[in-house]
């Protein structure tokens, strides 16, 4: 069959093409429109949740904060306060206490699990120079197995308290957040593993590690940033 | 009255009869894959019926605006639309919901159990009753959800809707939760229905011989 004759094969009486883009451009303004209105509607709503879920969870991993504040890093390293809704930047929240004094910082952090990327937020506290605890913000691990990362009551124990205190130099931590086999934690700086989970559970320390890496340095060495809540 | 008997008709035939999931197998993806909790189950069952539903009615109203050459554009279209406005929804009333059923929803628009009554039901019936048929199918596809989430749910996590059903020492299918689990839970729901249909036409066969003796 060649291209000749496939062009010159008998057309189906065909509808006036104005029929076709009536109809084509009628349903696609009409479902234009109801999507626009349906967005309009639901976006406050939406927003609403997501920063109220973001508030749960700070509360949730500053265990004594019962007020936050968002500050942003600027170029310069150092720490501003956000105000109003603005969240471009990187963020972290500020955690008080009822007396006004700063309990904490929640950092949000995320990386790769075994089959999509986790992103959870976690609790440092000053005093202690540990991270005190993790709420997993989104993550599609497998149900029933990798999903214990949420669940473990062994697993959530190591956030307790995690060591992860900056070394004498000021630039990094003291020891590297690692990852064990259950049952092998010896170290307050080492995670205990989930038989079962082994994937999700070393990609939960691997990200602490990395973004405390990156942030408790930052933190400590711009204290006073926090300090300023009026 | 006899139209009001055919709108019944086309109700009932989608929840039992024509069941998507147990009869005709359509839409197998979100069946499978979100049915592993009741909730999750259900709210992807009903998120489907709704837009089942709500495209139905367009696709019926707009039966004789769409010309033939481009109907299949035009429902993905009005699919994708209530897609969309599902998506909107769900998220406005649970993020966690949201979470839970993913990528999901927005996977209802190739969902084939929907362009499929569009293009067979909706654009050759009026309004009214592709409207209760929209309703039976997506009910009926809902009910389907539900059964397989149900039963995945209350062997693999001991639970129904999240409230403990078992003693602690119930050992949990994990299983029963993980995709493979599905499949089962499919396949035992197909045979369950396979084997009522069996019966009911050996059944009736039976009485047609029966009746045949019994004139003769």
């Known amino acids: 069959?060649?291209?000749?004759?496939?062009?010159?094969?008998?057309?189906?009486?065909?509808?006036?093409?104005?029929?076709?883009?009536?109809?084509?451009?009628?349903?696609?303004?009409?479902?234009?429109?109801?999507?626009?209105?349906?967005?309009?509607?639901?976006?406050?709503?939406?927003?609403?949740?997501?920063?109220?879920?973001?508030?749960?969870?700070?509360?949730?991993?500053?265990?004594?904060?019962?007020?936050?504040?968002?500050?942003?890093?600027?170029?310069?390293?150092?720490?501003?306060?956000?105000?109003?809704?603005?969240?471009?930047?990187?963020?972290v929240y500020a955690g008080y206490d009822d007396a006004e004094q700063l309990v904490g910082l929640a950092v949000e952090a995320e990386g790769m699990g075994y089959q999509d990327v986790i992103a959870l937020i976690y609790g440092y506290s000053f005093t202690e120079q540990a991270i005190v605890g993790i709420q997993v913000l989104e993550s599609k691990e497998t149900p029933g197995l990798g999903d214990k990362i949420e669940t473990d009551a062994d697993f959530l124990e190591n956030f307790k308290s995690l060591d992860v205190s900056v070394g004498e130099d000021g630039s990094?931590?003291?020891n590297s957040v690692v990852p064990v086999k259950h049952g092998e934690k010896t170290q307050p700086w080492e995670v205990d593993g989930i038989t079962g989970a082994t994937i999700s559970s070393v990609a939960i320390a691997n990200l602490l590690d990395r973004s405390a890496q990156y942030w408790v340095p930052r933190i400590r060495n711009n204290l006073a940033d926090f300090q300023g809540q009026e | 009255m006899a139209s009001?008997?055919?709108?019944?008709?086309?109700?009932?035939?989608?929840?039992?009869?024509?069941?998507?999931?147990?009869?005709?197998?359509?839409?197998?993806?979100?069946?499978?894959?979100?049915?592993?909790?009741?909730?999750?189950?259900?709210?992807?069952?009903?998120?489907?019926?709704?837009?089942?539903?709500?495209?139905?009615?367009?696709?019926?109203?707009?039966?004789?605006?769409?010309?033939?050459?481009?109907?299949?554009?035009?429902?993905?279209?009005?699919?994708?639309?209530?897609?969309?406005?599902?998506?909107?929804?769900?998220?406005?009333?649970?993020?966690?919901?949201?979470?839970?059923?993913?990528?999901?929803?927005?996977?209802?628009?190739?969902?084939?159990?929907?362009?499929?009554?569009?293009e067979a039901f909706a654009s050759k019936n009026t309004v009214a009753r592709s409207t209760m048929d929209g309703l039976g199918m997506g009910i009926g596809f809902a009910f389907a959800l539900f059964c397989l989430g149900a039963v995945r749910e209350i062997l693999g996590n001991g639970a129904l809707f999240g409230a403990q059903l078992f003693h602690d020492s119930f050992e949990k299918w994990v299983v029963m939760i993980l995709p493979s689990g599905g499949f089962f839970t499919l396949a035992a729901w197909l045979l369950l229905f396979n084997w009522l249909k069996q019966r009911k036409a050996k059944k009736e066969e039976t009485a047609a011989l029966a009746l045949q003796k019994e004139v003769a």
Not at chain 2, 50 to 79: C, D, E, G, H, W
Not at chain 2, 88 to 104: E, N, P, R, T
């Open chain 1, 172 to 174: 990094a931590l003291a």
């Open chain 2, 4 to 118: 009001s008997k055919s709108g019944t008709d086309e109700f009932i035939k989608g929840l039992w009869n024509e069941n998507p999931v147990f009869v005709q197998v359509l839409g197998m993806c979100p069946v499978l894959a979100v049915s592993n909790t009741a909730m999750n189950a259900l709210a992807m069952g009903l998120a489907t019926a709704f837009v089942l539903v709500m495209s139905n009615i367009v696709v019926s109203s707009l039966r004789n605006f769409i010309p033939k050459q481009v109907r299949i554009a035009t429902y993905i279209l009005i699919i994708a639309t209530f897609v969309t406005v599902v998506d909107y929804v769900i998220q406005a009333v649970s993020l966690d919901l949201y979470k839970a059923l993913g990528a999901f929803i927005s996977l209802i628009v190739v969902n084939c159990l929907i362009l499929g009554r569009a």
């Open chain 1, 1 to 91: 069959m060649s291209q000749s004759e496939l062009a010159t094969a008998p057309a189906p009486a065909a509808p006036s093409i104005w029929h076709m883009y009536r109809a084509m451009v009628g349903v696609g303004v009409f479902c234009g429109l109801l999507i626009v209105s349906v967005f309009q509607v639901t976006l406050p709503i939406i927003e609403r949740n997501k920063a109220e879920a973001l508030q749960e969870a700070i509360f949730e991993v500053l265990p004594n904060a019962t007020k936050s504040t968002t500050y942003r890093l600027t170029e310069a390293g150092g720490f501003e306060l956000v105000e109003g809704e603005d969240d471009a930047g990187r963020l």
